[in-house]
């Protein structure tokens, strides 16, 4: 994994834009072990500085969530993690919340971090959808492809390395649609667009596009 700042910038980037409700956003990061603590020590801080408030306000990075009943399902992953034994470093329950009086009843969320979370809980099996994001380490590449392949979902997935041959090997083996290696959202309208899995069938952009939006007609004659 690469650690510089282009990668941290760009994974937190990934992780909270739009509040985490963007199909494309991280939810889940993998790091390896030789440089996890370093890692989430430099992840925790850049998430704590996130201002949350009026989005028209330009010094915030973080507005509301789309609705009461979605901020709920989004903090109760949270909460759930935690009774399940996760540690939550940030975010969520663990920093005040302040908005301006008349952001006071507005749906929002700190940007929260989970760690100590089995590759089994909801949090990290599920689309949360939210800005909630699970760092977990890793000891080798197989293990880190088969844990990422066992979810149910395959939209989308980034790899960070400085290894062009385990750029080639990881991207071939990830079961997803998309792979960015050292970049997010980076798109062409005319590369193919679209997940496996549990993320959806066939693809848009481009010549894929064409059956997206062409209805082909079946004519039988009898001479």
Not at 87 to 115: D, Q, W
Not at 129 to 137: Q, R
Not at 138 to 162: I, K
Request: hydrophobic share 35%.
């Amino acid at each position: 994994m690469v650690g510089g700042a282009g990668c941290m910038y760009n994974i937190h980037r990934s992780s909270f834009s739009n509040q985490g409700e963007i199909c494309l956003t991280t939810s889940r990061i993998y790091v390896h072990r030789s440089i996890y603590d370093n890692y989430i020590n430099r992840f925790v801080d850049a998430t704590k500085k996130l201002t949350v408030g009026d989005p028209s306000d330009e010094n915030n990075k973080l507005g509301a969530l789309i609705s009461k009943e979605h901020l709920a399902k989004v903090t109760g992953y949270v909460e759930q993690a935690e009774k399940e034994g996760a540690s939550i470093l940030c975010g969520h329950g663990k920093e005040p919340l302040t908005l301006p009086v008349k952001n006071k009843n507005g749906y929002f969320m700190r940007p929260t971090v989970i760690t100590n979370i089995k590759d089994d809980s909801p949090a990290m099996t599920e689309e949360i959808f939210g800005p909630v994001v699970c760092i977990v380490p890793f000891d080798s590449e197989d293990e880190v492809v088969q844990r990422a392949n066992s979810l149910p979902y395959g939209l989308a997935a980034c790899v960070w390395t400085e290894s062009s041959g385990r750029t080639h090997r990881v991207s071939q083996q990830l079961d997803v649609g998309t792979v960015w290696v050292n970049c997010w959202v980076v798109r062409d309208l005319n590369m193919p667009f679209g997940g496996a899995k549990q993320s959806g069938i066939g693809r848009e952009g481009f010549k894929d596009s064409l059956e997206f939006y062409t209805e082909i007609k079946t004519i039988c004659i009898k001479h």
